[in-house]
């Protein structure tokens, strides 16, 4: 008897140090629009009642060709205190958050991407200091698709920034690089966002939603190691059609609910337009265009958390982000399920 209470203590050490339970996490959105944008009542009451703290808000994002060198694009127009009743002061924490394409490393030497590092602080904090009234800002988010190739400058750019920025510096963690970070390496910064969703080329799958496919999601997942960084996750709360006219790839459409009645299924995920149809006056829809509707449910997106927190070693403490705040896709979902996006990784 005497050996088995001795024992206990031990089991309960054990199972003390793999429990991977979240006690409290913090909501949040990322703000991906980047023409001039009117905050819609939806969104603004989406923020209040999901009791968001962060925004996390492209600022920019970074490309480059031969003749302009690395070069800002897709500048947002974000205002936040357009997301504000305008008889209080902003809330929210803004996280700017710069999007750099993987050709930028591909391209560059270290000095360029000391010149790059210097731009990107020099145009964030410009912007602050413009658009949000100098808000104080503690994160820079870099979101970068990086490859094995890539990496060594990718890291080289992410020292650098710390320094020059002084802010607390977080990357997000595309699903491959999770699971290979020996082969991919673990970027030199303070914290990481998983993203979980784009996890197939769009393009290079006819039969598997690029966006969120559940076996794809877990076959990523399945690995007994913690990640050496904290982890932060991301989840899509968007859907997307692509348009095949003449079997031919020609764009991808966002405001599925007006195209919806004009369907008719053929095969899983794809569908055959019915009628000749206008689309916001500049996409033509004809009779007989093919198209793959990506649709994303709440019922998937909770299947998604429950791999999630099944195979991922959790801090006690994360943020949760839902990509992303835009009127249109938030409608089709309640409140309640939005709520249970962010709940469900502490039950």
């Known amino acids: 008897m005497k050996k088995i209470f001795l024992f206990l203590p031990l089991l309960f050490l054990i199972f003390s140090c793999n429990n991977k339970k979240v006690e409290k996490v913090e909501n949040a959105f990322y703000y991906w629009k980047s023409n001039d944008y009117v905050a819609s009542s939806k969104e603004k009451d989406m923020l209040v009642n999901q009791d968001i ?72 904090n410009k912007y602050i200091n413009e658009r949000l ?18 990496k060594d400058k990718y890291f080289y750019f992410l020292k650098k920034l710390k320094p020059i920025s002084q802010k607390e510096i977080s990357a ?9 970070p020996d082969k ?17 080329n769009p393009l290079a799958d006819q039969s598997k939603n690029s966006i969120l496919d559940l076996k794809e999601l877990e076959s990523y997942l399945n690995t007994e190691k913690k990640y050496p960084l904290h982890l932060d996750v991301a989840l899509p709360v968007y859907s997307w059609m692509q348009l095949y006219q003449n079997n031919q790839f020609t764009n991808v ?20 337009v019915q009628k000749d149809t206008v689309i916001n006056y500049e996409t033509y829809l004809r009779v007989g265009d093919k198209i793959k ?15 999630i927190k099944k195979n991922i070693k959790f801090d006690k403490e994360i943020t949760v982000t839902l990509f992303h705040l835009d009127e249109n ?19």
């Not at 947002?76 to 809330?91: A, R, V, W």
């Not at 459409?253 to 055959?272: A, F, G, N, T």
């Not at 449910?297 to 791999?307: G, L, P, Q, V």
């Open 329 to 347: 896709q938030l409608n089709n979902y309640t409140d309640e399920e939005i709520s249970h996006f962010y709940s469900n990784f502490t039950k």
């Open 172 to 180: 997000t963690l595309r699903l491959y690089p999770y699971k290979y």
């Open 53 to 124: 703290k962060k925004l996390y808000v492209k600022f920019f994002e970074v490309d480059y060709s031969d003749a302009m060198g690395n070069y800002p694009i897709s500048k947002t127009s974000f205002s936040l205190y357009s997301y504000c009743d305008e008889k209080k002061t902003p809330s929210y924490e803004v996280i700017p958050t710069v999007y750099i394409k993987n050709i930028v490393f591909q391209k560059s030497n270290e000095k360029d991407l000391d010149k790059l590092v210097d731009n990107i602080n020099f145009l964030i």
């Open 293 to 307: 509707y990506e649709e994303i449910t709440a019922d998937k997106i909770s299947k998604a958390i429950a791999i």
């Open 133 to 150: 009234d100098s808000l104080k800002t503690s994160e820079l988010q870099i979101d970068c698709d990086w490859t094995a190739s890539t």
């Open 253 to 272: 459409l966002y405001d599925v609910k007006d195209i919806k009645p004009h369907l008719k299924e053929i095969k899983p995920l794809w569908y055959e």
């Open 184 to 200: 991919m390496g673990v970027p030199p910064v303070d914290k990481v966002t998983l993203m979980c969703y784009n996890l197939i």
